[in-house]
């Protein structure tokens, strides 16, 4: 067993006692794994080295939350019922009152607050759609549960404002492990959207995030989901998002993130109800000497499903991009019509992106399909742009903004949308002249 895989092990247990036969689950799956290397075919591409040997095991000091969230994180426009984490810890001057959040069909609360009804239906559902063996860092996540956030949506309710949670990490004197929780059950006939937005503060990041997501979307439910990623470069956080789709539910994903000195995210879809489709889509940006990794697998269970997944990813200066997409149809998924589109720009000479769509396949009334390219930015679009007076800086600035506008475009939630096309577009640009003709 390595130090790292023992010493996160031995890292306070979580204060929720009645998550104890949960919690004990984590920590044995945890330490039943060994330490992912280079050799470890999930991690071919993605080197641990900088976490394992860094000084992250410890919890997060409980200190004096900020005041105000950096203005730069503010969505404009966006009604919705806001709850922010600061180092793990829930700041509830920087939060909505969750007591009023809670209308009519809604249970919003955090792991600390629950009922003992709502202890129960955690005990019950948490870790249910997440397979410890296969993700090792899940385990440790449940081992060293702080809290959480715990939302369920009664049968046929529709949740009217999107449910909006910030996790912040602060740097603090010496580095830090934070864990995130989130767990989702949205009966059968219920919709909601729920954001996920991870930040930091502006100095170098000595954090170490690791989270999951789990989320259950019951028989005609819908789920509309942002996961946007804006940690400092220096941060490190390994993440996984888990869907159980029952019979004709339906997903709406959408992804967003920078690199980071590593940053990992696996995202799990299960179609287990017929007639249940999905649509994720993200982007990826990383740069300086940035890592990204995204593993998306999307498991076909049952007949007449719909998976549409499309990634597309722009690597700049020295960073290095992973993407694995994987497409699983079990031999009871007949007429499944599954596709996965992952394209990727490469913007510098040192830039690197390993991509690898897979398809496995049992059924044989299937209509599948999965691409991935890689280019750089085309010469005789640089070329046209600038005999029309656009210099070479900023035009290359238009089509790599060009590259992912299309996704952007597509965004359901619009205050969403209009919050991130200034933010990306600023992205490719080191002059703020340079995006004048799209932010």
């Given at each position: 067993m390595s130090d790292f895989i023992a010493n996160a092990a031995a890292i306070a247990a979580s204060p929720l006692t009645w998550l104890q036969d949960k919690t004990q689950q984590g920590k044995q799956a945890w330490l039943g794994h060994r330490f992912p290397t280079r050799k470890t075919e999930n991690w071919k591409y993605t080197n641990l080295r900088a976490l394992e040997q860094g000084d992250y095991l410890r919890a997060a000091n409980i200190g004096a939350a900020p005041e105000a969230l950096p203005q730069h994180l503010t969505i404009a426009g966006l009604e919705a019922v806001k709850l922010v984490f600061v180092n793990g810890q829930?700041?509830?001057?920087?939060?909505?009152d969750l007591a009023r959040a809670n209308v009519a069909g809604l249970e919003l609360t955090l792991f600390s607050n629950a009922s003992d009804a709502q202890k129960k239906a955690i005990n019950?559902?948490?870790?249910?759609?997440?397979?410890?063996?296969?993700?090792?860092?899940?385990?440790?996540?449940?081992?060293?549960?702080?809290?959480?956030?715990?939302?369920?949506v009664a049968k046929n309710q529709q949740v009217a404002k999107p449910i909006h949670i910030v996790w912040m990490t602060t740097a603090q004197d010496s580095a830090f492990t934070v864990p995130h929780r989130l767990l989702v059950?949205?009966?059968?006939?219920?919709?909601?959207?729920?954001?996920?937005?991870?930040?930091?503060?502006?100095?170098?990041?000595n954090s170490f995030t690791h989270s999951v997501s789990e989320f259950n979307v019951g028989e005609n439910a819908r789920l509309q989901h942002y996961r946007l990623q804006q940690e400092q470069e220096d941060a490190i956080h390994i993440g996984g998002v888990f869907v159980r789709l029952d019979r004709s539910a339906d997903l709406d994903s959408f992804h967003m993130a920078f690199g980071s000195k590593i940053k990992r995210v696996d995202i799990e879809v299960q179609h287990q109800g017929e007639g249940s489709t999905s649509k994720i889509n993200g982007v990826y940006l990383p740069k300086n000497n940035q890592h990204i990794d995204y593993h998306t697998c999307i498991e076909h269970a049952v007949p007449h499903c719909t998976s549409q997944e499309t990634f597309r990813g722009i690597i700049?200066?020295?960073?290095?991009?992973?993407?694995?997409?994987?497409?699983?149809?079990?031999?009871?998924?007949?007429k499944t019509l599954a596709e996965l589109s992952n394209k990727n720009l490469l913007t510098s000479d040192k830039a690197q992106i390993d991509t690898k769509p897979e398809l496995e396949i049992y059924a044989d009334d299937v209509r599948c399909a999965h691409g991935a390219t890689i280019a750089q930015l085309d010469e005789k679009s640089l070329n046209y742009l600038r005999t029309r007076g656009i210099s070479l800086d900023e035009a290359q600035v238009m089509l790599s903004y060009g590259f992912i506008n299309e996704l952007i475009n597509d965004v359901a939630l619009e205050p969403i949308g209009t919050y991130l096309r200034p933010i990306l577009a600023n992205r490719f640009a080191k002059e703020p002249s340079l995006v004048r003709h799209i932010a």
């Open positions: 829930f700041v509830a001057s920087l939060s909505d019950e559902q948490l870790g249910q759609l997440v397979n410890s063996t296969k993700y090792e860092f899940s385990g440790l996540n449940t081992a060293q549960l702080n809290d959480g956030v715990y939302i369920n059950n949205l009966e059968t006939g219920a919709s909601a959207c729920v954001i996920e937005q991870f930040v930091s503060g502006d100095e170098a990041q700049a200066d020295s960073a290095h991009a992973v993407f694995n997409g994987r497409i699983h149809i079990h031999p009871d998924a007949q």
